[in-house]
């Protein structure tokens, strides 16, 4: 059975504090793994995909990584409006396998 | 790019009545569209896929007769709330795959509906 993973399920840290979070995740038939943003009330929004192990993509303060069992999303000196829940999914052929979500808050 | 819109953004029904919430992709092509339920801080649940011009493939648990999904064209999918109940109340947001270059599977969700059922 598919299984998505994340945590801490909650992360508050002050502004530039820098921090990890992480996915473990045991998916069949996986083509690749989507990080999402979403604020409250909002849907989703793309970060990143990573195809393979070892890939690592940035984006501004933010940094994912891929291995073959989990992927890590880093974030360096955050400011408070990265606050928000992250959302990784392994992506299958036919659909997305959604983690739970790390709620991340950053404190000024 | 990548854009997706949802309408409408909110809505109030009674119990009873159908409720059509609009997808669009509307910069570029999406053959396969996607419908998820969320619930109060948990996760993205996956309801339905829809494929344009064909029938939609429901997940387990979902009941088909009560969400009709319709896919007509390659920006719009729409899903239709039939004889909503207070228990349908939730947030619904939809996501477009676009099959272009290198980047054919990665999906982009539209902003949300929220239905509340009285």
Same mark, same amino acid.
């Given at each position: 059975?598919?299984?998505?993973? #994340? ?6 840290? #002050? ?32 970060? &990143? ?48 396998? &959604? ?10 | ?26 910069? &570029?092509?999406?053959t ?18 829809s494929n344009e011009g064909s029938k939609a493939t ?13 896919h ?18 939730? &947030? ?14 990665? #999906? ?11």
């Open positions: 059975e598919d299984q998505v993973t #994340q945590s801490p399920e909650a992360l508050r840290l #002050q502004e530039g504090e820098s921090s990890s979070l992480n996915c473990s995740y045991t998916v069949s038939g996986l083509r690749g793994l989507f990080w999402y943003r979403q604020d409250p009330g909002k849907g989703p929004e793309f970060l &990143f995909t990573l195809y393979s192990a070892g890939e690592e993509k940035e984006k501004e303060r933010l940094k994912a990584t891929l291995t073959k069992k989990e992927s890590f999303l880093h974030i360096t000196a955050p400011k408070p409006e990265d606050s928000a829940t992250y959302l990784c999914a392994p992506n299958r052929d036919d659909k997305i396998i &959604f983690g739970k979500g790390t709620r991340l808050h950053i404190l000024p | 790019g990548a854009v997706v819109s949802q309408h409408p953004s909110w809505v109030i029904c009674k119990s009873g009545t159908s409720v059509k919430i609009e997808c669009r992709s509307l910069d &570029f092509q999406a396969t569209m996607f419908w998820y339920r969320q619930f109060p801080k948990q996760s993205l649940m996956l309801m339905a896929t429901y997940e387990q648990g979902v009941e088909k007769d009560k969400f009709l999904i319709n007509a064209s390659l920006t719009l999918s729409t899903l239709t709330v039939t004889s909503a109940h207070p228990e349908d109340s939730s &947030f619904y947001i939809c996501s477009a795959r676009m099959i272009q270059g290198l980047s054919y599977n990665e #999906q982009f969700f539209g902003p949300g509906t929220r239905l509340t059922v009285l």
